[in-house]
């Protein structure tokens, strides 16, 4: 396994959490690395992504615009994903991913699925009401 995802957890309507994604197997900041989501009887969706460090680009779902946000740590090449103001809709099994093999070309940081070829483990998110 090279992602590693953690820190999810059971919080209530309004909490924040900061889950991260570590990488054992390459470095990071060199690729575009995303967010996704994925509720139980739904299609894994989109949440947020960065693009390798030379640029920086942040991309966010509308869905979660001014609430989520997504940093980078290279010194301990792990990702983050800080989510605030969390509603029971935002429970979900969260992935990161990374697309090291160059398959967003012109379109990277786009939230899709296929962009992305290496994969973490996911990690829990549960929302009370």
């Known amino acids: 396994v090279q992602l590693q995802a953690s820190g999810g957890g059971l919080v209530q309507t309004g909490d924040s959490l900061r889950i991260s994604c570590v990488s054992s197997?390459?470095?990071?900041?060199?690729?575009?690395v995303a967010w996704f989501r994925q509720a139980p009887g739904k299609e894994r969706e989109g949440v947020c992504s960065?693009?390798?460090?030379?640029?920086?680009?942040?991309y966010c779902a509308e869905s979660v615009k001014g609430r989520f946000t997504i940093s980078r740590d290279g010194a301990k090449n792990t990702v983050y994903l800080q989510v605030n103001r969390l509603l029971p809709g935002d429970t979900a099994v969260y992935y990161c991913?990374?697309?090291?093999?160059?398959?967003?070309?012109?379109?990277?940081?786009?939230?899709?699925?296929?962009?992305?070829?290496?994969w973490g483990q996911g990690t829990q998110v549960t929302v009370s009401s």
């Open positions: 991913a990374a697309d090291t093999e160059g398959r967003s070309g012109s379109y990277r940081g786009t939230l899709w699925t296929r962009f992305y070829d290496s």
């Open positions: 197997g390459f470095a990071l900041n060199d690729y575009t």
């Open positions: 960065i693009t390798q460090r030379a640029e920086g680009r942040i």
